[in-house]
């Protein structure tokens, strides 16, 4: 409220060339998404609205993983149980005298079996390093252990498990909502048709009619978005910006990435898997220390990895939207919103290394250093300039207005009203 309005009149979007003059495959003219003071989004994409915002997924909830690995993997541990086990049994059983036997020929060749150890750490070397390519767009090497034949199989399967979940919660493609969504992520995929990757997959568009804050695109293009993510957008830039950080997703093949890493983590992990079973004198000890790998695997390797890949999505996806045009300083206003919206919830905080995501802080403050270099990359397109105020000062206002207010001064009914409408202050859409 202390801001002045006429700071949002001369904020405008830069897509009105594209939004203001729209046309549907069927001929129809509609109105269009075209933000600021002329117009808004449709009535189904409400302003910010901290209720509904919460954790928010860019993934989807499974990783597709080749069905051969999802059969073999528990087997695999079983057998190393067994045998970390059986070889405990063994060593037990054996005469003392033989014991020392046994001690005595292991000093004797220490060296022989330090060379067979290093022969296989060498070899695990050698295949890790003969398993690497280079990442599209970002050069980065990567490990891939899978052939892609498997994932585009998989992600068939997944589609269909997807829709079978999902039966009766699709929007029909003449919602108003599907429609919005189906124009948008056309723009970003004709924008950057360049691509390779992007131009290769025919992109379908399936929004689901469900309260979660998420959104997912499966390797094989079927883009699933949830209409909780459209009501917590305050405009069609940050809708844009997430939709192409979904598309960096599927670009930079991060779920073949993934269950890469994965497997060569989890075959790695059989070795001292057996070696626990073997050294822990009882199993109720073994079953402990199995535990603690499985943690330290997650927390040191897993969920890091996953959130080096989210950070590679978000600077990818940010240079796809900078070539469509969107304002992409709006990117990180989205999860300063996110992170403003759980302190007033008083949803705790939990340290970052506990997530597969990174913090919205965290996330927030990495697409401000990008945003220069996507700004630079917007402008290289030819695009509309950005006039008016930046975003991210118009949310810091207004979120130091919002926190300064005495929580003593708001009643209970006027927190509940205000909490259930859309916020008409945050027009930087």
Not at 57 to 80: D, G, R, Y
Request: aromatic share 10%; with cysteine.
């Amino acid at each position: 409220n202390a801001l002045n309005t006429e700071v949002y009149k001369n904020t405008h979007c830069s897509w009105g060339r594209f939004f203001s003059q729209c046309y549907w495959p069927l001929g129809e003219k509609i109105t269009c998404l075209r933000t600021g003071s002329v117009g808004q989004l449709p009535h189904h994409f409400s302003a910010w609205n901290i209720q509904i915002t919460s954790s928010f997924h860019t993934s989807p909830l499974l990783q597709a993983t080749p069905i051969f690995w999802i059969i073999v993997k528990p087997a695999q541990k079983l057998l190393a149980i067994i045998l970390g086990r059986s070889i405990r049994k063994w060593w037990r059983t054996l005469p003392p005298n033989k014991r020392e036997l046994l001690k005595e020929s292991a000093r004797r060749n220490k060296w022989k079996i330090l060379s067979g150890v290093s022969v296989l750490g060498v070899l695990f070397v050698v295949f890790y390093f003969t398993h690497l390519e280079e990442t599209p767009i970002t050069g980065r090497a990567r490990l891939l252990v899978f052939g892609k034949e498997h994932f585009r199989e998989l992600s068939q399967m997944e589609y269909e498990m997807w829709m079978e979940e999902f039966k009766g919660k699709m929007l029909p493609e003449t919602d108003e909502r599907h429609r919005a969504v189906e124009v948008l992520f056309d723009h970003l995929s004709e924008s950057n048709k360049d691509v390779p990757q992007i131009s290769a997959l025919k992109w379908v568009i399936h929004v689901v009619d469900e309260p979660d804050v998420n959104a997912f695109v499966l390797p094989n293009g079927q883009v699933f978005v949830f209409t909780g993510l459209l009501s917590a957008v305050s405009d069609i830039h940050q809708l844009s910006f997430i939709f192409g950080h979904e598309i960096a997703h599927a670009v930079l093949e991060h779920a073949v990435k993934k269950a890469s890493m994965v497997h060569f983590l989890d075959f790695l992990s059989l070795i001292f898997l057996t070696m626990i079973w073997a050294i822990c004198p009882r199993d109720s000890l073994a079953v402990v220390g199995q535990w603690i790998q499985s943690k330290l695997k997650e927390f040191m390797f897993d969920r890091p990895y996953s959130r080096t890949l989210e950070a590679e999505a978000d600077k990818v996806g940010l240079q796809f939207a900078a070539k469509a045009c969107v304002d992409v300083r709006a990117s990180s206003v989205f999860w300063q919103q996110m992170e403003l919206a759980e302190t007033m919830q008083g949803v705790p905080k939990l340290p970052e290394w506990l997530s597969t995501h990174p913090s919205h802080e965290n996330r927030a403050e990495h697409l401000d250093r990008l945003i220069p270099e996507a700004l630079k990359i917007r402008e290289s397109c030819n695009c509309p300039s950005l006039s008016g105020p930046d975003p991210r000062l118009i949310f810091k206002l207004a979120r130091q207005d919002i926190l300064k207010t005495p929580k003593d001064q708001e009643t209970p009914n006027s927190t509940k009203r205000e909490l259930s409408k859309p916020k008409p202050d945050f027009p930087h859409t």
